[in-house]
């Protein structure tokens, strides 16, 4: 049972787009929401966050926007760069424990 | 500033030998410990976690354990490894309540 989704495996966007990374969450009782972003052959990194009490954070390039009545938060990265191109895993809080979706491939090509 | 170490970077071990993968965390007390597995092509799946020594939960039963003898020191083994162990093996960290967790560089475990 995939509590928390990401239903693209991949996205490709031109640098200086837009770029828009979606996750579906089925579990209500989630109250705290995490992007990370992944390298090849890395740990992933922290990169934002968001409390189920609010409806968007923002930190410089990225955004993250949860509507909770959909069960739905997205990543917002704009302008994207090359330095962008890397796995994107969202992951939602339950008690102490962290549940992750399968990861977005993101690509952002020149 | 905190610094997690995770050895080796990369394993190879034939099926049926045993594993001990090795975590520790520097400049923080008391961190809350977690290991994690990434099987090829899916996400990150929580396998044991820890909220001090000698405290430990399993999240999904396997022919895996974990120890944690000292307060920054998290241990991940097997008796006899199987093929499906293979994976990359993350450990990561988060303190007190926060909800952020912080990961180590991983280990690649190929089992042959």
């Known amino acids: 049972d995939q509590q928390v989704k990401q239903n693209s495996p991949s996205l490709s966007v031109q640098e200086g787009r837009i770029s828009i990374l979606n996750c579906d969450y089925t579990?209500?009782?989630?109250?705290?929401f995490l992007w990370y972003k992944k390298y090849p052959a890395e740990g992933p990194t922290f990169l934002i966050s968001?409390?189920?009490?609010?409806d968007k954070n923002e930190d410089g390039r990225f955004t993250v926007f949860l509507n909770k009545s959909a069960k739905h938060l997205s990543l917002h990265i704009v302008p994207s760069q090359p330095g962008d191109s890397a796995v994107y895993f969202c992951a939602a809080s339950y008690t102490d424990k962290l549940i992750f979706g399968t990861g977005t491939r993101l690509q952002v090509f020149p | 500033s905190q610094t997690i170490h995770q050895w080796p970077a990369t394993l190879v071990q034939p099926v049926g030998s045993p594993l001990s993968l090795e975590c520790t965390v520097e400049g923080t007390s008391n961190p809350n410990l977690y290991w994690y597995r990434q099987a090829a092509g899916r996400g990150l799946q929580l396998l044991f976690y820890s909220v001090g020594i000698g405290q430990i939960s399993s999240e999904v039963p396997q022919n895996l354990s974990a120890s944690r003898p000292q307060d920054r020191q998290f241990i991940l083994s097997s008796k006899k490894l199987l093929l499906s162990d293979s994976g990359f093996y993350l450990c990561?960290?988060?303190?007190?309540?926060?909800?952020?967790?912080?990961f180590g560089p991983g280990t690649r475990l190929t089992v042959t």
């Open positions: 579990n209500s009782m989630f109250d705290y």
């Open positions: 968001i409390s189920s009490i609010k």
């Open positions: 990561a960290w988060s303190v007190g309540n926060a909800y952020e967790q912080y």
